[in-house]
């Protein structure tokens, strides 16, 4: 059998039976493929048969054994993508009901954003394993972020001060050019460098800002719901930072009493429905205390299923009134940015800074507005 034809059995499965036989030693591949896409051979209409006219039932292989077998047979890049597969296209139940299978799943980003979006079809038997595996991506999340969200907001850059933490971030290029001046080589003319310069953190004072965060959770905005909630609980354990945080479609849900608990944020989460931006921003105004020590962060694709105008017209209000709006567009599933521009231009004309970008730039570009 030639590769090509092989691959296309495996692709076909125990469907190609009479024309395409199994390769040597493709027998444990077939059947571990089979278990999970012959699902869509069934949705269409499809029965499970081979050329002997037998009946396959593919509940035969246990979800266990199956992601046994898979972890043996497969690449992890594979893997993960048959795993997300198996929970978010084809609703394999009793792989989160099994707590062994739970605790073998490699707890992805993706799987995270496919459970989310895949929540309100699974059977109540699944929630604790959806929740010990959303917490498992969280506290990775967390503790990738969390470095990024303290360093952003420990203080400000002082040129004044040396610093004895050297580090690319805090190299100060202009002063090591004037201390190194003396050692600029005639001939060449290239700089010695025999001191090099780095700028201090200087701790920030009087943090006191209330941070609105309002969180689009429509069905696009998987990712976003994720990272935000992650995000949301570092910053609630920041001193001097007030924290709320706001769900949203068509409906709202204030959700900043568990602004602390990401997981718990994120089984709260309905994915799905429309968007009406308006109506956050307009929920957001009535919760401003201090106007120039407010910042609205809104998340969201800006695909306004709402009032324009409306929305137009609070944004204006908000940022008349000195509140700091920040726009951070959705990323897809590759990072890339995925949002309606038109609308995005028409929300920075009227007053909001627009940016796609990463959760850990997004630190950066907060501390910056709260400096």
Do not use: C
């Amino acid at each position: 059998m030639t590769e090509m034809a092989r691959r296309w059995r495996l692709v076909l499965g125990r469907y190609a039976d009479n024309h395409l036989p199994n390769g040597v030693g493709d027998a444990g591949l077939d059947a571990t493929l089979g278990y999970l896409y012959d699902r869509e051979y069934t949705a269409r209409g499809h029965r499970h048969l081979t050329g002997k006219g037998g009946s396959l039932d593919p509940s035969a292989l246990k979800a266990l054994d199956w992601l046994g077998k898979a972890r043996a047979l497969f690449p992890a890049s594979t893997l993960e993508r048959m795993e997300r597969d198996a929970i978010g296209r084809y609703g394999l139940d009793d792989l989160l009901a099994d707590p062994a299978a739970v605790d073998s799943l490699e707890a992805s980003p993706d799987l995270a954003k496919a459970l989310l979006r895949s929540r309100g079809r699974l059977s109540p038997e699944t929630a604790d394993g959806v929740r010990r595996l959303i917490a498992k991506v969280v506290e990775d999340i967390i503790a990738r972020l969390r470095p990024r969200f303290e360093t952003s907001f420990s203080g400000s850059r002082a040129r004044h001060r040396r610093s004895m933490h050297a580090s690319l971030r805090n190299f100060d290029w202009r002063r090591t050019i004037v201390t190194n001046l003396d050692h600029v080589d005639p001939e060449s003319g290239r700089m010695l460098v025999d001191q090099v310069r780095f700028m201090a953190r200087q701790r920030r004072r009087n943090l006191d800002w209330q941070v609105i965060i309002l969180v689009d959770q429509s069905g696009s905005m998987a990712g976003s719901v994720l990272h935000s909630a992650v995000s949301a609980a570092i910053l609630a354990g920041l001193p001097g930072i007030s924290v709320r945080l706001v769900l949203f479609d068509t409906a709202l849900a204030d959700v900043s009493h568990l602004a602390s608990d990401p997981v718990e944020v994120l089984m709260t989460a309905q994915l799905g429905g429309g968007t009406d931006i308006a109506r956050a921003m307009a929920y957001a105004e009535k919760l401003v205390k201090q106007p120039s020590r407010t910042v609205i962060a809104l998340i969201s694709d800006f695909e306004e299923g709402g009032s324009v105008t409306a929305l137009l017209a609070a944004t204006r209000r908000l940022a008349t009134s000195g509140v700091k709006l920040l726009g951070l567009a959705s990323l897809g599933d590759e990072g890339d940015p995925w949002y309606d521009r038109a609308m995005a231009a028409r929300l920075a004309s009227a007053g909001v800074e627009i940016a796609a970008m990463t959760p850990d730039r997004f630190a950066e570009w907060l501390a910056e507005v709260t400096t």
